[in-house]
């Protein structure tokens, strides 16, 4: 009975994956970990470039449970920049969606970051590109635009 039970719950993982990602300039695809959130939220993708002067530039998604306004997610997030030492560049709300950008010391690298924010129920879908201050200049048009692309449906 257990193996029965076993096999049935492998199968419904196996069938309850996502579409493959695929990568045609790299030429490969593979399925997502398609799991769930849960309560504490999580974070679900993350890509990276090439490192260069010792940092990896990077984009990453995360989901946050917050079942406030997006004018309060916008409030809390300035105000944890601004308790961590960050200088806000910018955090404006326009059609729905937060962008926010800041720059600061974070364990002991000076860093830049450009995020947006969608609100989808009780969650928050955010997308943040994060790059060494250094590197910002040269990569943050790729960056910008991988976060700028983010859309939930």
Do not use: C
Not at 1 to 12: D, F, H, K, P, T
Not at 17 to 35: E, R, T
Not at 58 to 87: R, W
Not at 121 to 147: H, I, R
């Amino acid at each position: 009975m257990r193996s029965i039970l076993a096999l049935l719950i492998v199968l419904y993982s196996i069938s309850a994956q996502a579409d493959p990602v695929k990568f045609d300039k790299y030429g490969f695809s593979i399925d997502m970990l398609d799991g769930n959130a849960g309560n504490a939220g999580a974070q679900v993708l993350q890509m990276y470039l090439p490192a260069d002067n010792g940092f990896a530039s990077n984009v990453n998604v995360l989901i946050q449970p917050y079942p406030g306004t997006l004018e309060d997610y916008k409030k809390l997030s300035d105000a944890q920049f601004a308790q961590l030492g960050l200088t806000i560049i910018t955090s404006t709300i326009s059609d729905g969606v937060l962008i926010f950008e800041y720059k600061g010391v974070v364990q002991g690298q000076n860093l830049h970051f450009y995020s947006k924010a969608i609100k989808n129920g009780n969650n928050f879908y955010l997308a943040t590109a994060t790059d060494s201050a250094s590197n910002w200049s040269k990569n943050k048009g790729l960056l910008m635009k991988s976060v700028n692309s983010f859309k939930v449906p």
